[in-house]
DNA sequence: AAAATTTTTTAAGGTAATTTTAAGAATTAA
DNA sequence: TTAATTCTTAAAATTACCTTAAAAAATTTT
């Protein structure tokens, strides 16, 4: 899942970035509203958070024009305002959500988990076949027999897992797993796809090549 | 473990987080019915203490929210109230137990104890593989060989216990063990993760690192 | 109040696991 | 058959963790 943090202090925003990164997010920062603005128009995020009082173009603008343009993305907003008025304001200019500072993480956590299951009808539990991740404890199970994945794998899984049934393309899968935006020469998406075919033991029958375009996990 | 106080009375409030911190509990205090409701949501408590008289939503009104959307985690109640009534009341609200105030505290730990006991199924001791802890008396034992371990170091191990199976994560360890939600460029839980290690000399055999994630304890 | 002790935190170099690169082999489609 | 794409493997590069020692903070003793 790929996120968006709009945050000027870097205090924040690295705390964010690790915390996220360990829940296998892939996440992107953008330290004042106009980056964080242009991010968001360029990429496609599953959520964004984003601060009420960064430099540049303010919170409320950057919400606006985003909602302007994707009625989808949910919007998480970041305040150490806590008036209502204030909190109106934010939902009113297309927030979902908003978190008061200072950060709780699991808080956010929960509120991004929130956004995230209305979004997509899941729970902290997903599966394909036998395949069971769980995302809370990070696990993954085949068959109730526990596979050990390291973080890229965990990421990549979830991805396709979360597409389940739907094509990803190379492109959406070197985006949203490895978070990178430009032409990439590598051939990493193939050596990953390998890893996790071999330790989920699972051959080619869940993930399918489709070739030219990516790959497709399918139930059977 | 993470406990939860909604208490308006400052320095009632101020007591029982010192002495909870004491007991090595990470607390968090809420000044409102509104604010304690909201917490009690987004966060994952271990206990709940309830002042039956806050500002805001009455507790009883907090309690059957919570209770609600909870079922399991453990709420006492505060009360200046003791008549019979009045504590059918509160329990039939989804209240686990009450405590008359003025305080013992003593007695309140005693009956947090109780609770986090009936919760798991499990006695004021803790265990994995040959280690034992017992919060009553603040030892540890390995193999009944007694190991003495600090505050910091007994916390740590407490909370991986309790969440035994359960990958805990960097950020979630900082949160619940050592209360720091923001970002913590420190290698401290390395280093104390070693302190375990080498004092319950247990090698890489309960606590297992997953790499870029945390830490996970394991029976075998 | 100062000194001594213990606990907690910081910092830095070494080490091991993960991630990425790269290149040849195998497969597929035209 | 040829060209393109993916698979497979191994090694290089990178990252995160481990380990140690010492500094800082807290606590206890003198």
Known sequence: MRILIVEDEPGIA????????????????A????????MAQLNEYDIILLDWMVPGISGIEVCRQIRKENAVVPIIFLTAKDTVNDI??????????????????????ARIRVQLR???GEHAILNVGNI?????THQVFNNSKEIVLTQKEFSLLEYLIRNKGKVCTRTRIIEHVWDIHFDADTS???????????????????????????YIMRED
């Open 14 to 29: 690295n705390f964010l970035r690790d915390g996220l990164e360990e829940e296998a997010f892939a996440v992107d920062v």
């Open 31 to 38: 330290g004042t509203g106009n980056k964080g603005l242009e």
């Open 88 to 109: 109106v304001f934010g939902l009113e200019a297309g927030a979902n959500d908003y978190i008061k500072k200072p950060l709780q993480f699991e808080e956010l956590l």
């Open 118 to 120: 209305t979004r997509e």
């Open 132 to 136: 069971e991740m769980n995302l809370e």
């Open 188 to 214: 990493v998406i193939d050596v990953y796809i390998k890893f996790l075919r071999k330790k989920l033991d699972m051959g080619n029958d869940y993930i399918h090549t489709i070739r030219g375009v990516g």
